[in-house]
C-alpha cells in the first residue's frame, strides 16, 4: 500500500472508464473514494455499479460544491471541463485538481513517452505498439487510445517502453512532461471545450513544456504551431517532414522514407509502399519511426511494420466495393484538419458524406477542399447547415439531408461505377451517437446492407 493515499478522502468528477480504473487503484492503496457525475443516464449507472464494485461510493445527478467538504483530492477525468464548476471550487478552495495521466507520470516508475497531436495520434501510437511486437521488445501502451493504464504501473516490469497516446483534455490538467514527447501536428479542433485556440494549444505543448535537457521532443517541422511550441522546454529535438530535407530526424526524400539518429540511419521504404494512403499517413509513418527507434526498436522492424500496416478502424477504411463503387469509412474525422487529409488522399473526387456536431471551428479551408476534390457533396446531421453556408455559391452539387441513414442512401442513389463515397464527417458524433466508433459500425451496417442493383451480363 502507497502511504500516500492510506486514508485519503478522494472525490472523482466524472463516472467513465477511466473513474473506474482510476478509482479500483486509488481504493487499494487504501484512499477513500466517491465518484460523482452531473447525468444520471443509462452510461453512468452502468459506471456506478462498477465503481461501487471497487468499492467506493458513486452519486449520480450531484456534483454540488458541498462534496469538497469532505475531500482532501479532486481528481477530473478527461471529459469534465476545466470550467465545471465543482473544478472551479475545488480552485478557489485551492484544493488540489489532479487526473488519472498526472497520476500515471508521477507513479510510474519508467520513462514514458507521450503521443498528441489534432490527427494521427492513434495511427501513429498503435504503428509504435506494432513495432515494437515486431521487435518482441515489452511495452505498456494506453492512454486516449481507450485503454486506462493507472491500474497497471506498480506491477510493470522494468524492461517496458511506456506509450501512451494522449488528448488535450488529458494534457490540460498535466504538471510534468514527457521523456519523450512527441507532438504530430496543432490545428483548430475542440473549440466546444477550450475557450480559445489557444488554449487547445496550450494544452497540447504541456506534453514537453516541461521537458529538462535529457528529454526529447520529436516535432513535426512542416506544422507552424508544432515550430512555435518547440520554444518551449528545455528536451533535445527531432524533426520529422515530408515537404523538406533534414540533416536529422526522419523525412521523404523523394518517394522514400528516411531517417537518420544518433541510432541508426537509411531508407524505410519508398512512400509508395505503404498500405495506407494519403501524406498524412507518411507523416505518421515517420513519427512512429522515429519514437520506436528511440526507445530501442531496430530499424529491420520498423521497416517490416510500415510495410506491413493496413491501418486501423474508422481512418479511411475500407469497407466494400458494390457496383463499381468503392466505400470507405472514415468516422475518426471529427475535425475540418482530419478530413481535408483524407480528402487529399483519394486522387479522384468523391462523393463526400459530412456532418454530425459542429467542434465550432472555422470551415473555409474544409469548404474549399470539398469543392476541389469532392464530385458530390452530402451533409447530414446537426451541423449540415453550417457546412452548407461555408460552401455558399460552390459549383458541386450539394445535398442536405437530416441523418447519416439518409446519407447513406442519397449517396448510393447518386453513385455511378468508378466512384468513391467517403464519410469523413468534420464533426464530432453526439447529435445521433455515442462516440464515432458507433457511427463508424452504423455506416459500415448501412453500406454492408446495400443490394447490388447491377444488371447479369
Avoid at 514514458?112 to 511495452?139: D, N, Q, W
Avoid at 491500474?151 to 504538471?175: C, K, M, N, W, Y
Amino acid at each position: 500500500m502507497t502511504a500516500r493515499w492510506s486514508g485519503a478522502r478522494v472525490l472523482l468528477l466524472g463516472l467513465a472508464r477511466t473513474s473506474v480504473a482510476l478509482g479500483t487503484h486509488l481504493a487499494r492503496q487504501g484512499a477513500r473514494v466517491t465518484v460523482v457525475d452531473d447525468a444520471s443516464g443509462p452510461a453512468q449507472r452502468a459506471a456506478a455499479t462498477a465503481v461501487e464494485a471497487i468499492p467506493a461510493r458513486a452519486l449520480l445527478g450531484n456534483t454540488s460544491e458541498s462534496l469538497l467538504d469532505d475531500a482532501d483530492i479532486l481528481f477530473v477525468t478527461p471529459g469534465i471541463a476545466r470550467s465545471h464548476p465543482l473544478v472551479a471550487a475545488a480552485k478557489q478552495r485551492g484544493l488540489p485538481v489532479s487526473s488519472e495521466i498526472e497520476l500515471v507520470f508521477s507513479e510510474c516508475p519508467l520513462p514514458i513517452t507521450g503521443v498528441t497531436g489534432s490527427a494521427g495520434k492513434t495511427t501513429t501510437t498503435t504503428l509504435v505498439e506494432r513495432i515494437l511486437a515486431a521487435a518482441s521488445l515489452p511495452r505498456l501502451v494506453g492512454g486516449n487510445i481507450g485503454r486506462p493504464i493507472v491500474g497497471q504501473i506498480s506491477s510493470i516490469t522494468p524492461d517496458a517502453r511506456v506509450i501512451l497516446e494522449l488528448s488535450s483534455f488529458q494534457l490540460e490538467h498535466l504538471r510534468r512532461s514527457a521523456a519523450i514527447g512527441v507532438i504530430l501536428n496543432v490545428m483548430p479542433n475542440h473549440l466546444d471545450r477550450h475557450p480559445t485556440l489557444d488554449d487547445y494549444r496550450a494544452a497540447k505543448g504541456r506534453l514537453i513544456e516541461f521537458q529538462s535537457e535529457d528529454d526529447l521532443a520529436i516535432l513535426n517541422a512542416d506544422d507552424p504551431a508544432s515550430q512555435a511550441l518547440a520554444r518551449t522546454g528545455d528536451g533535445r529535438r527531432l524533426w520529422f517532414s515530408t515537404e523538406r530535407t533534414l540533416n536529422r530526424g526522419a523525412w521523404l526524400d523523394r518517394d522514400a522514407l528516411r531517417i537518420a539518429t544518433d541510432e541508426a540511419e537509411g531508407v524505410l521504404c519508398c512512400v509508395g509502399d505503404l498500405r495506407v494512403p494519403g501524406m498524412h499517413n507518411a507523416q505518421n509513418a515517420l513519427a512512429a519511426a522515429l519514437i520506436a527507434l528511440s526507445v530501442g526498436a531496430p530499424i529491420d522492424a520498423i521497416r517490416a511494420t510500415l510495410l506491413a500496416f493496413e491501418g486501423i478502424e474508422h481512418r479511411i477504411e475500407f469497407v466494400r466495393e458494390i457496383d463499381g463503387v468503392r466505400w470507405f469509412n472514415d468516422s475518426k474525422a471529427t475535425a475540418p484538419a482530419e478530413t481535408i487529409a483524407a480528402l487529399r488522399a483519394f486522387a479522384d473526387p468523391v462523393i463526400i458524406l459530412a456532418g454530425g456536431r459542429s467542434k465550432r471551428v472555422a470551415l473555409d479551408d474544409l469548404a474549399r477542399e470539398m469543392v476541389a476534390r469532392g464530385r458530390v457533396i452530402i451533409l447530414f446531421g446537426e451541423m449540415r447547415h453550417e457546412i452548407a453556408e461555408a460552401l455558399d455559391g460552390c459549383s458541386r452539387p450539394i445535398h442536405s439531408v437530416a441523418s447519416l441513414r439518409d446519407a447513406v442512401a442519397l449517396a448510393n442513389a447518386l453513385a455511378i461505377p468508378g466512384d468513391t463515397v467517403l464519410l469523413s464527417p468534420s464533426g464530432s458524433s453526439f447529435d445521433e451517437f455515442q462516440n464515432f466508433e458507433e457511427r463508424g459500425h452504423f455506416f459500415k451496417e448501412l453500406v454492408g446492407a446495400l443490394r447490388s442493383v447491377a444488371v447479369p451480363a
